[in-house]
């Protein structure tokens, strides 16, 4: 089955530098990559996603890419601020709607 | 519109009882799932249904473990005899077919 691994576990930047998270993957089946926050006692919220047909994607800050030969896809948040601390998880699945499997989260702290 | 509804929200138990969690999945959706969260393992899957049927139940953790769906606005995970391991998050999520997975806030069980 698929296994997903993400690094750093935990990640410390000041406002307004850049932060990435990087996940890689084992099933050459898979083709949904999502990215998802959570902040402290909330449910996981997805924040933007890629599939495998596409190299990269952006939402203002935010920005996925993925490399589908290396099995390796990564966030990219610039301009960070304060509100963007929180755990990000990674995850993958062969069809989007279907059951993810996740990475064990980055804790991202944002000091002012 | 509502997101995926989930009770209780805290829940402490004593060991050896039986724990039941509830969830309603958002209207419209086919699919959902039951993910459970600690610090050492992260996310993890423990089953997932879709068209109220079970797919993939290899998550769950032993027979002590049971989740239902008996219509599609309505499923449970029963937990039977409880035990202090089984403290955790348990999060219930839900999507459309091959669309975004939306997580319910969770429900922090606490065996004692």
């Known amino acids: 089955g698929e296994n997903v691994e993400q690094h750093p576990s935990t990640l410390s930047v000041q406002e307004g530098d850049s932060a990435v998270i990087k996940c890689t993957y084992s099933?050459?089946?898979?083709?949904?990559f999502p990215w998802y926050k959570q902040e402290l006692g909330k449910g996981p919220q997805l924040i933007i996603d890629?599939?495998?047909?596409?190299g990269e994607k952006k939402d203002q800050r935010i920005a996925v890419t993925l490399n589908k030969t290396a099995k390796h896809f990564s966030l990219h948040i610039t301009e960070t601020q304060p509100e963007d601390s929180a755990v990000y998880f990674c995850?993958?699945?062969?069809?989007?709607?279907?059951?993810?499997?996740f990475g064990k989260g980055t804790t991202l702290s944002v000091s002012s | 519109d509502a997101g995926v509804i989930q009770s209780p929200r805290h829940e402490v138990t004593e060991m050896g009882q039986e724990v039941t969690l509830r969830c309603k999945p958002i209207?419209?959706?086919?699919?959902l799932f039951w993910y459970r969260q600690t610090m050492m393992r992260g996310l993890e899957l423990l089953i997932y249904?879709?068209?109220?049927?079970?797919?993939?139940d290899s998550g769950m953790p032993e027979d002590r473990f049971s989740a239902k769906m008996p219509n599609a606005s309505f499923s449970t995970l029963k937990i039977q005899p409880s035990e202090p391991r089984d403290s955790a998050v348990y999060f219930c999520?839900?999507?459309?077919?091959?669309?975004?997975?939306?997580f319910g806030e969770g429900s922090w069980l606490t065996v004692v």
């Open positions: 999520a839900s999507s459309r077919q091959g669309n975004t997975i939306y």
């Open positions: 099933d050459s089946a898979s083709n949904y």
């Open positions: 890629i599939r495998s047909n596409v």
């Open positions: 995850a993958a699945n062969r069809q989007a709607g279907t059951a993810l499997i």
């Open positions: 209207s419209g959706h086919n699919s």
């Open positions: 249904f879709n068209n109220n049927v079970p797919i993939d």
